[in-house]
């Protein structure tokens, strides 16, 4: 079975810290994907990547950035944490053609920024 | 761009049928359906690539209507096990980058 591993699954932080999500994959998979999920808007693509240090924006990549030096590990980093990012974060990855393979989901970090 | 899923929210008895339709104002690549359980991680359920083809297992089974750009999943006589929050998530253009629809909560009752 695939295992995504994220890092943490409650995470406390305060406004203007900056803030690393990990999350690993044991599945050598070749895509990796970071989500946050709020209430009523479904999941949310911040970022993904294809390959080591490949990144791509998705839809709301504003306040945040992403590392990936090796293949099982893609970082999501909050450089400047605010209020208006405390939500849920998933991190997925999938094989091959990205568009036609499933994507794994990691059990999320629930992050709250006071 | 966002997928739109009907209905929001259902509720069902056990052993009752229930479909979740998702609808894309752009053509499709592909179609994914995935289950979120409270408190859990998305399960992945199915993929439905371009070609209107249907897929299935156990009695959760889904279409694909390309010139609709629609897929609809059919739950056939829910179990408990069904309830949770089930997402479409739509590929427009082979690049696997999903944008997913905003939920269905689907709650079976005994």
């Known amino acids: 079975d695939v295992k995504v591993t994220q890092s943490s699954r409650y995470l406390v932080k305060r406004t203007g810290e900056k803030v690393f999500l990990e999350c690993v994959q044991d599945?050598?998979?070749?895509?990796m994907f970071w989500y946050r999920q709020d209430p009523g808007l479904g999941l949310r693509l911040i970022y993904f990547s294809y390959d080591v240090k490949m990144k791509e924006k998705g839809d709301i990549p504003e306040g945040y950035s992403v590392s990936r030096e090796k293949k099982e590990r893609f970082s999501l980093i909050l450089e400047s944490a605010s209020t208006n990012q405390t939500s849920m974060y998933l991190c997925?990855?999938?094989?091959?053609?990205?568009?036609?393979?499933?994507?794994?989901f990691g059990d999320g970090t629930r992050l709250s920024i006071l | 761009q966002q997928p739109v899923q009907s209905p929001q929210a259902v509720i069902l008895r056990e052993g009752e049928d229930a479909v979740i339709n998702c609808s894309s104002s752009k053509a499709l690549y592909s179609v994914h359906w995935y289950r979120q359980k409270h408190g859990e991680a998305p399960v992945f359920l199915m993929i439905?690539?371009?070609?209107?083809e249907q897929k299935g297992h156990d009695k959760i089974s889904a279409s694909f209507n390309e010139k609709k750009q629609q897929s609809s999943l059919y739950l056939t006589a829910s179990q408990l096990s069904y309830s949770g929050t089930y997402f479409c998530?739509?590929?427009?253009?082979?690049?696997?980058?999903?944008?997913f629809g905003q939920g269905t909560e689907l709650s079976v009752k005994p």
């Open positions: 599945m050598d998979h070749e895509n």
């Open positions: 439905l690539l371009k070609g209107g």
């Open positions: 997925a990855s999938s094989s091959g053609q990205a568009g036609n393979q499933p994507q794994h």
């Open positions: 998530g739509t590929d427009y253009n082979q690049g696997g980058k999903l944008i």
